[in-house]
T-cell receptor, first 109, second 115 residues
Framework: DAKTTQPTSMDCAEGRAANLPCNHS???????VYWYRQIHSQGPQYIIH???NNETNEMASLIITEDRKSSTLILPHATLRDTAVYYC??????????FGSGTKLNVKP | DAGVIQSPRHEVTEMGQEVTLRCKPI?????LFWYRQTMMRGLELLIY????????DSGMPEDRFSAKMPNASFSTLKIQPSEPRDSAVYFC?????????????FGSGTRLTVV
């Protein structure tokens, strides 16, 4: 599976959009981009996934660049409860996800 | 749906003892995964099952670890004998396995402490 690179941590003001980047420059054509988050002491939570097109659901939007080498997860109006570690995962095998270190998002009042 | 249910939530045991962690996946899900999380190594995939059959156990650290899924609604992860380095949070997750069908649902985890 392609390797991903994410910033170690980011800050965001409450109510503002949080934009979390992920670099996956070695992604291959049949690999999906998945995003999960883990709130302290809880199990990881699925957020969204995509292959080529931008995706949106009730939690977030996923923007994938045209060359698919990077993506951005957007939380449109971050709240304090969005403080968590966010994992970007690239995988062609739905049954084998490897979670890296992720980005620690701190939402501040 | 109650989600993925793991038990116990916390387990403290002495080195050398047998430990059994339990997981009830979401009804209808046909894939089940066991992960381990530590500060040093992050989240590691230990083993996964598809339709109750173990598909890949390459992440199981050593022979002291074993996992079973006797039916679609129950799985166990056993450590015998346990060692202090096994201390971690163990997560179970389930999914309906098809590419693009969405993500896993994780349980709340079992925090294991081996003293």
């Amino acid at each position: 599976d392609a390797k991903t690179t994410q910033p170690t941590s980011m800050d965001c003001a409450e109510g503002r959009a949080a934009n979390l980047p992920c670099n996956h420059s070695t992604i291959s054509g049949n690999e999906y981009v998945y995003w999960y988050r883990q709130i302290h002491s809880q199990g990881p939570q699925y957020i969204i996934h995509g292959l080529k097109n931008n995706e949106t659901n009730e939690m977030a939007s996923l923007i994938i660049t045209e060359d698919r080498k990077s993506s951005t997860l957007i939380l449109p109006h971050a709240t304090l409860r969005d403080t968590a570690v966010y994992y970007c995962i690239v995988s062609r095998n739905f049954n084998k996800f490897y979670f890296g270190s992720g980005t620690k998002l701190n939402v501040k009042p | 749906d109650a989600g993925v249910i793991q038990s116990p939530r916390h387990e403290v045991t002495e080195m050398g003892q047998e430990v059994t962690l339990r997981c009830k996946p979401i009804s209808g899900h046909n894939s089940l995964f066991w992960y381990r999380q530590t500060m040093m190594r992050g989240l590691e995939l230990l083993i996964y099952f598809n339709n109750n059959v173990p598909i890949d156990d390459s992440g199981m650290p050593e022979d002291r670890f074993s996992a079973k899924m006797p039916n679609a609604s129950f799985s166990t992860l056993k450590i015998q004998p346990s060692e202090p380095r096994d201390s971690a949070v163990y997560f179970c997750a389930s999914s309906f396995a098809s590419q693009g069908a969405g993500g896993y649902t994780f349980g709340s985890g079992t925090r294991l402490t081996v003293v």
